[in-house]
């Protein structure tokens, strides 16, 4: 069983510009969030995709967007990029939405925008 | 809104102690609670799940307890080894609504030989 893959692994982009994210969710997974890592923060919650539907969202801008495909891997596109976005984006997959099923954590993107 | 909070920031023991991670969080209406261990740069992974019914779990040499009530948990690690340098990060899970982790900031941990 293949885990919780990202890519890329390191990421550099200038400010204003736009940056994509991918996430291969865990095999039969259909629900996978994304989250935002700070450097010495923990992760913030930005958004979850369940069948390819946004199912709840953190407190980031519009400038944040996300796509889950029919396959459930899953996109986070960044526009506009500022400095602060500089993080540790984290994708997390688990069998279905909700409380009771555990998320399973991929290696991370590490993005910094100069 | 939920916040979780962890203490200490950073802890630093010789090898072979037993010690203590401290998690508090202010809503007690959680569905589980996570441990989770982070090594530089790099993803996060889960070491105890504490479903809210639940008040400990134990892996190994870790153990996790959950005062849900006083929105407090621990993790205890037995005999610290140096492989267990690395940061751990404990997160609640909400009762209703989409599946969102709050994390605490995590405590960075050094094991010295």
């Known amino acids: 069983e293949t885990g919780v893959t990202q890519s890329p692994t390191h990421l550099i982009k200038t400010r204003g510009q736009q940056v994509t994210l991918r996430c291969s969710s865990q095999s039969g997974h259909n629900t996978v969030s994304w989250y935002q890592q700070a450097l010495g923060q923990g992760p913030q919650f930005i958004f979850q995709?369940?069948?390819?539907?946004?199912?709840g969202r953190g407190n980031f801008p519009p400038r944040f967007s996300g796509l889950q495909f029919p396959n459930y891997s899953s996109e986070l596109n960044v526009n506009a990029l500022e400095l602060d976005d500089s993080a540790l984006y984290l994708c997390?997959?688990?069998?279905?939405?909700?409380?009771?099923?555990?998320?399973?954590f991929g290696p991370g993107t590490r993005l910094t925008v100069t | 809104k939920q916040e979780v909070t962890q203490i200490p920031a950073a802890l630093s023991v010789p090898e072979g102690e037993n010690l203590v991670l401290n998690c508090s969080f202010t809503?007690?209406?959680?569905?589980?609670l996570q441990w989770f261990r982070q090594d530089p740069g790099k993803g996060l992974t889960s070491l105890l799940l504490i479903q809210s019914s639940q008040r400990e779990q134990t892996s190994g040499r870790l153990n996790a307890s959950l005062d849900k009530s006083s929105g407090r948990s621990t993790l205890y690690i037995a005999a610290s080894q140096p492989g267990d340098s690395a940061t751990y990060l404990c997160?609640?899970?909400?009762?209703?609504?989409?599946?969102?982790?709050?994390f605490g900031q995590g405590t960075r941990l050094t094991i010295n030989p």
């Open positions: 997390a997959s688990s069998l279905e939405t909700g409380p009771t099923y555990e998320q399973y």
């Open positions: 997160a609640v899970s909400g009762i209703q609504g989409a599946q969102k982790l709050v």
């Open positions: 995709y369940y069948r390819e539907e946004e199912n």
């Open positions: 809503d007690s209406a959680i569905y589980n």
